[in-house]
């Protein structure tokens, strides 16, 4: 991770639970004094109690590091309600529904932010039949590319890895999506939404 899990963080999960230190202690196996040591800088957790701890504290690891609670109101799982994640070490790319914690290369990840798809970042989808064909006038250089393309519907999400070199360009199909979405590397996440689009370009 970017940063080892505080002593501030731990105290503060702690208290939100009305849990004493005596009480995280019993559960994870260690005494009151280690964790009061922890509190109050005077020392570390050892990497071996973190899932310990973090499950006496009701969180994943991720949000112990990050120190903060992910709430998902996205009980029903819907799709169009999915964020993606872009690890700028690796080039991984996650999905999750709704709120998540998510940390890849020892970097916690923020979720990406959509704007418009216009001037050089415009998404250009023409329809052939039952989908959409979709491309991205964009440069594909190692220092300069869309990194992937993706379709949103209410039932799923449909995406396509890009890679440095190729074209920018997918197919997916056309049931029920209501947005595409393009990723540059440089630049963000870019979004069109295609919802009420039967025929033609868009």
């Not at 002593?7 to 849990?19: F, Q, T």
């Not at 310990?52 to 169009?80: C, H, K």
């Not at 709704?98 to 329809?127: F, Q, Y």
Request: hydrophobic fraction near 40%; charge should be neutral.
């Amino acid at each position: 991770m970017d940063s080892y899990v505080t002593g501030a963080v731990i105290r503060r999960l702690r208290e939100e639970r009305d849990m004493t230190q005596e009480e995280l202690a019993e559960r994870i196996r260690v005494s009151a004094k280690a964790v009061s040591k922890w509190e109050t800088g005077r020392g570390l957790p050892d990497v071996s109690l973190l899932e310990p701890l973090a499950g006496a504290l009701g969180i994943s690891v991720a949000e112990l590091f990050s120190g903060e609670t992910v709430r998902n109101r996205n009980r029903a799982a819907n799709m169009l309600k999915s964020r993606f994640y872009l690890c700028p070490v690796c080039g991984n790319v996650i999905r999750a529904v709704g709120e998540a914690a998510v940390s890849c290369c020892g970097i916690a990840l923020p979720p990406l932010e959509a704007e418009e798809a216009d001037g050089e970042h415009a998404i250009k989808a023409e329809v052939l039949e039952n989908e959409y064909y979709v491309r991205v006038e964009h440069p594909m250089t190692k220092e300069h590319s869309i990194s992937f393309l993706a379709a949103v519907s209410d039932q799923g999400v449909q995406f396509v890895k890009l890679y440095p070199e190729g074209a920018a360009e997918a197919y997916f199909r056309r049931s029920r999506v209501r947005a595409l979405y393009a990723c540059c590397n440089r630049h963000g996440l870019f979004r069109l939404d295609v919802r009420g689009k039967s025929g033609g370009k868009a």
